[in-house]
């Protein structure tokens, strides 16, 4: 069975990068191969992982669509069209592969793709003994309920005030939204100083989470996503990814 890490947050606070490095990190711990899904219309996981994903869920949906309408796919359904077309998604690398799930096939309208998107997952995801779920931005991303399981939650924010009670926002979206996970990590990024915030005390009690790591404000890494180099770019010695290599020692150690 696959363990599942859903990752989510506000916008600009690097959750996709830190989605790219829990990637990298469960390679290095041998956890491989990972399944990478970018769940984010606004898709850039695949640059973070040193890859393109030219095909997505949102637009085999629209040629599948099309394809059937015009009785080209005689004997094979819509659903298993669809379901074919979405494999051919998977952007294969060697110790992970990718699958985008893009725009949506019309305005503000995400039902039908998240609902295949949730149904080809549970599938695929069969096959990889770790799945990494890169979320849409914000608060919404939750209530579409792609997942309503996870081994892993984890919410990252900045140090700012407005970052810091987002999260109290999602923890709270989440128990509304019956969202089940097994252990909760809150990661607050980009501290300018080697400690938490004076806002974070008391955030781990509140929500319950199993873990609070501060990652620092890394020169490195600013630069990397400023260039849209890929993770696999980083010096082997780049103290985020230390801090990341604890935290899934962390996180894993009742795996």
Known sequence: MSNLIAITGKGGVGKTTIAALLIQGLIRRNCKPVLAVDADPNMCL??????????????????????????????????ELLEMKIAGCLVEANDFDLIAMGRPEG?????????????????????????????????????????????LLVMVTDP?????????????????MEMKYNRLA??????????????????QEKTGADVVLGLPDDAELAEMAERGKSVWLLSPD??????????????????
């Not at 809150?186 to 955030?203: D, F, H, K, S, W």
Request: hydrophobic share 40%; with cysteine.
């Open 107 to 151: 305005p503000g309208c995400y039902c039908y793709a998240n609902n295949v998107l949730k149904s080809v997952l549970v599938e695929i995801s069969s096959h990889y003994p770790f799945v990494v779920l890169d979320n849409e931005a914000g608060l919404e991303n939750l209530s579409r309920r792609i997942v309503q399981k996870v081994d």
């Open 160 to 176: 700012s005030r407005q970052g810091l009670e987002t999260v109290y926002r999602l923890h709270a979206l989440a128990r509304e």
């Open 46 to 79: 695949d640059a973070a992982l040193g890859v393109k994903a030219v095909d997505t869920v949102g637009g085999v949906r629209e040629e599948a669509r099309e394809i059937a309408g015009k009785g080209m796919a005689v004997g094979v359904s819509k659903q």
């Open 238 to 255: 780049n103290g985020v990814i230390k801090k990341i290599d604890e935290f899934l020692s962390n996180v894993l150690a009742t795996d």
């Open 186 to 203: 809150i990661i607050i990024n980009r501290l300018r100083r080697n400690e938490l915030p004076v806002q974070a005390a008391g955030m």
